[in-house]
């Protein structure tokens, strides 16, 4: 099911764990990573929250929250903005995303996975078995996730 308007409030309030309308950064930044099951850096994390966040405040209203994912609805995301984020993680440029690469990137975003996270991650997306990630693995794993609410 793609990720309706409604469904959206209700992963806000999901998210929003002290129920007082406001998403502060620790409680996104825990439901980002138990969502990723990886340890999200903090600087990652704050890239996320503050372009959601726009006041000066230091939380996500409703409002932001709704607006920010309103921008583009994820189902609309094109092939060639997800080839374009592809192509961040394949550093050779050859078309495949190996575990190392995947490791560097995180590793530079400071994201903390273990090799059992990156092996299970490429048990589920390499879906040939050929040891990469391929673009049209990558995007079919990226369709997958937003449909799965």
Same mark, same amino acid.
């Given at each position: %099911? ?6 959206? &409030?209700?992963?806000? %309030? ?9 998403? =502060? ?5 825990? /439901? ?19 372009? *959601? #966040? &726009?006041?000066?405040?230091?939380? *996500? =209203? ?12 994820? #189902? ?46 490429? #048990?589920?997306?390499? =879906? ?7 673009? +049209? ?9 937003? /449909? +799965?609410?």
């Amino acid at each position: %099911m793609p990720l309706t308007r409604e469904c959206l &409030k209700q992963k806000f %309030m999901q998210f929003d764990t002290t129920g007082d309308g406001k998403l =502060t950064f620790d409680e996104f930044k825990h /439901h980002i990573c138990e969502i990723l099951k990886v340890d999200v850096s903090d600087l990652a994390c704050h890239t996320i929250f503050d372009d *959601i #966040k &726009k006041g000066s405040d230091d939380y *996500i =209203t409703l409002e932001e929250w709704l607006n920010a994912l309103d921008r583009k609805s994820l #189902k609309d995301v094109g092939q060639k903005e997800l080839e374009k984020t592809f192509a961040k993680f394949d550093l050779g440029g050859d078309g495949k995303i190996t575990k190392c690469e995947l490791k560097k990137v995180l590793a530079d975003l400071h994201c903390k996975v273990t090799d059992k996270e990156v092996d299970d991650l490429f #048990k589920e997306v390499d =879906t040939s078995g050929d040891g990469y990630i391929t673009v +049209q693995e990558f995007v079919k794993a990226f369709y997958k996730e937003i /449909h +799965q609410e």
